[in-house]
């Protein structure tokens, strides 16, 4: 904690990409809709995994009771087919991945990390798939310490200042 | 599991360390109760159900470190199979689902095995 209280005049790099947010923001719904139809798809197969077995045991079990009439009932414990299966392996893992993709994206632990991150992206890089904010994003934490005003380099400040009143008066010239 | 000092080297962010946490047990849950849909419809029983629960949970384990923890950690330098960046303990990262989602498994394996022998 001492070290980051100490360290933290050193982090004032504030570099906010204009176009990278939107684009970020952009795959992230890209990133949504994408496991939600994977998901829906999946889904779609396990449930029709689901009917096809619930048809083959109740086919067997009619099997059964009119072949136990004429013989012995050794047909009723089948197995059920390869191709359902196949379906319903493979529509477990088509949702297993839709899952997965659809999980929020996981923050740092380690505090030098996370406030890294924070300063380098901003609020950006704490959002969910849909691309809305965290609900308990709070920012940088050493805000209060980089706002002290004995830490303002006023005379950078200055120059910028006059950089700016100089370039708006030559526009006002032309 | 870190020791006090390296704590106070490089202390832990709390909000992240319940937030990912919760985010894979979210992820557990869900996929648990998948897992016993599939095993009910595939009319599993005894051990090989569990065997089939085993195997698939490691299946998420690794495909959750395969899309969500692995790009990061290793464009930050951290060697393959590594969760230190997101998670404190690797054991609870792979085999935490084996007890998080289990009841959830044994409910909709119970409940889809009647459904489709009944």
């Known amino acids: 904690m001492v070290i980051c209280i100490l360290a933290s ?20 719904t890209a990133m949504t809709l994408l496991s939600k139809t994977i998901t829906a798809f999946g889904s779609l197969l396990l449930a029709h995994a689901c009917y096809s077995a619930r048809e ?12 136990a009439t004429l013989t012995s009932s050794s047909t009723a414990a089948t197995s059920l087919p390869v191709d359902i299966i196949i379906e319903t392996i493979i529509s477990t893992f088509i949702i297993l991945l839709g899952l997965v993709l659809g999980t929020r994206p996981l923050r740092p632990l380690e505090w030098r990390v996370w406030a890294g991150k924070i300063e380098r992206e901003g609020e950006e890089g704490f959002t969910d798939n849909a691309g809305a904010v965290d609900k308990d994003y709070m920012g940088n934490p050493f805000s209060v310490l980089e706002s002290r005003p004995n830490f303002v380099d006023i005379r950078k400040q200055r120059k910028e200042f006059a950089e700016w009143v100089q370039k708006g008066d030559g526009k006002q010239g032309q | 599991m870190p020791s006090e000092q390296e704590l106070q080297i490089s202390p832990i962010v709390q909000e992240s360390l319940v937030h990912n946490s919760r985010t894979l047990y979210n992820l557990q849950s869900l996929t648990a109760s998948l897992f016993g849909v599939s095993a009910g419809i595939l009319g599993l029983e005894s051990y090989s159900g569990f065997v089939f629960y085993v195997a698939l949970s490691l299946v998420t384990a690794v495909l959750f470190y395969a899309l969500r923890v692995a790009p990061t950690s290793l464009a930050s330098g951290k060697p393959p199979l590594d969760t230190s960046r997101y998670f404190r303990g690797a054991y609870d990262f792979w085999a935490g689902g084996l007890m998080n989602g289990f009841a ?9 095995y009647g459904l489709v022998t009944a």
Not at chain 1, 56 to 67: D, E, F, G, K, N
Not at chain 2, 105 to 112: G, Q
Request: net charge positive; glycine share 4%; proline share 5%.
């Open chain 1, 9 to 28: 005049p050193i982090i004032v790099i504030r570099s906010f990409g204009a176009s990278r947010p939107q684009a970020q923001e952009a795959s992230n």
């Open chain 1, 56 to 67: 083959h045991t109740a086919l067997q079990s009619i099997r059964a009771a009119t072949a």
């Open chain 2, 104 to 112: 959830g498994f044994v409910l909709t394996w119970t409940l889809f």
